[in-house]
């Protein structure tokens, strides 16, 4: 049971919201619902992202921990009983976390996380697709795996995380951000990913820009969601330990 719920957590999330400077005329009559568990990287990833946008969301929580993904009611929303899942507008449902922000940033008059440059935008999807590809399913996995009581994880696994790691201390080499001097979603996504599993897997001592990178983000005011979220997954962790 621990198991799939845990596997639940981790698949992304989606809200509804509004903004009263960003959203298209049509859409101001139109509140945006967000439904979401806090504990989950990508919901803290949407939040963080509506927070730096201004865009005012109507949070629906679903607790991961007790399977209301898979209750009646959120499964008419989202079939696939994952979260984020977003409701825009009547029946329409946007049911991931990258998505949701890049909708997010398209009705938004700010452009700073998702710039219009076709160049720089793309540099923006490559982390997300990193993100999604390669960072979030190795923590699901290495999550999974301690909650099954399999721990400590294979090394491999380990070793394909300090990996991912190594990729983005190496993108900070010039840059203070993962992109450029500014930060992006992806910078705001990957920092979910990698914050919360430092519950279980610590950076190590050589990825110090890295950790200067996180440092950078703490001073956010958005990052008190991730830390609400991870503290909400911390009491998970030691209760299952």
């Known amino acids: 049971m621990v198991y799939f719920r845990l596997r639940n957590l981790f698949q992304g999330i989606s809200w509804r919201c509004y903004s009263k400077n960003s959203i298209s005329r049509n859409a101001m009559t ?8 806090e504990a989950s990287p990508p919901v803290q990833f949407v939040m963080m992202a509506g927070s730096m946008l201004n865009i005012e969301m109507d949070f629906r929580h679903i607790d991961i921990f007790k399977a209301e993904n898979r209750s009646d009611f959120y499964t008419k929303i989202n ?9 825009v507008d009547g029946d329409v449902i946007i049911s991931d976390s990258h998505a949701i922000a890049m909708y997010l940033c398209s009705i938004s008059d700010s452009q700073n996380l998702y710039p219009e440059d076709p160049v720089t935008r793309a540099r923006v999807n490559q982390l997300m697709f990193f993100n999604a590809g390669t960072l979030f399913p190795i ?4 999550f999974t795996q301690y909650f099954r009581g399999n721990w400590p994880p294979k090394k491999t696994k380990i070793e394909q995380w300090y990996s991912a790691l190594d990729h983005l201390e190496y993108r900070l ?32 001592d050589r990825h110090v820009k890295l950790s200067a990178w996180i440092n950078r983000i703490r001073q956010l005011p958005c990052f008190q969601i991730h830390l609400r979220g991870v503290q909400r997954l911390k009491a998970f962790v030691e209760t299952s330990s």
Do not use: F
Request: glycine share 6%.
């Open 139 to 142: 923590d699901s996995l290495i």
């Open 173 to 204: 080499t010039n840059n203070r951000w993962l992109v450029n001097d500014k930060m992006c979603l992806g910078d705001i996504c990957c920092a979910t990913t990698v914050g919360s599993l430092q519950l279980l897997v610590p950076l190590l």
């Open 30 to 37: 139109n509140k945006l619902v967000l439904y979401g568990d």
């Open 79 to 87: 079939p696939l009983q994952k979260v984020p899942a977003l409701r």
